[in-house]
């Protein structure tokens, strides 16, 4: 199971082996949408990872993965959000990982991929963030459309990024 939360380990400093630092950024670079990260990869598991709710499953336990945040709130967006929906905030840890695995030569790489949040800069709300977006094609936004922790993570690895 794939998971976003994995490259926290590369940036606070917990994986140090550059293999295996190598081996999880290479991992969650299938979670990466523009502007945002999966939770979960689209794929079957060998570990079944059922949504339980009121005592009925609301997702296929083998292939968990949920890509549209969407519907009521207790039967769909729940389910949703740890299985395949895409956050803003964890994004940019994506890119400070490339850099601190593969050095300078990576800034410009990461960069790139950091800015590719424009999309949402220029159709939400001005100067803002949204908190997620499907997982699935056309990566709507969704949750809260204005999230200071998706803003305040993209801009500081922003100037991780620009400083030399």
């Not at 207790?74 to 389910?79: E, G, I, L, M, V």
Request: proline fraction near 7%; glycine fraction near 8%.
């Amino acid at each position: 199971h794939i998971r976003c939360n994995q490259l926290f380990a590369v940036t606070l400093g917990a994986v140090s082996d550059p293999e295996k630092c190598r081996r999880i950024i290479s991992d969650t670079s299938r979670l990466v949408i523009p502007g945002a990260i999966r939770t979960l990869d689209h794929r079957r598991v060998d570990y079944q990872l059922p949504v339980w709710h009121n005592g009925h499953c609301l997702n296929d336990p083998s292939n968990p993965y949920w890509g549209k945040y969407c519907g009521p709130e207790d039967t769909s967006r729940k389910a949703a959000y740890h299985n395949g929906t895409a956050w803003c905030w964890p994004f940019p840890s994506y890119c400070e990982a490339l850099v601190i695995c593969g050095g300078k030569e990576e800034k410009q790489r990461a960069l790139a991929i950091l800015l590719s949040v424009k999309k949402y800069f220029e159709t939400q709300v001005a100067g803002e963030l949204p908190e997620v977006a499907d997982g699935d094609l056309p990566h709507a936004p969704g949750g809260c459309s204005a999230q200071a922790w998706s803003v305040s993570e993209f801009y500081r690895v922003y100037s991780m990024l620009t400083s030399d």
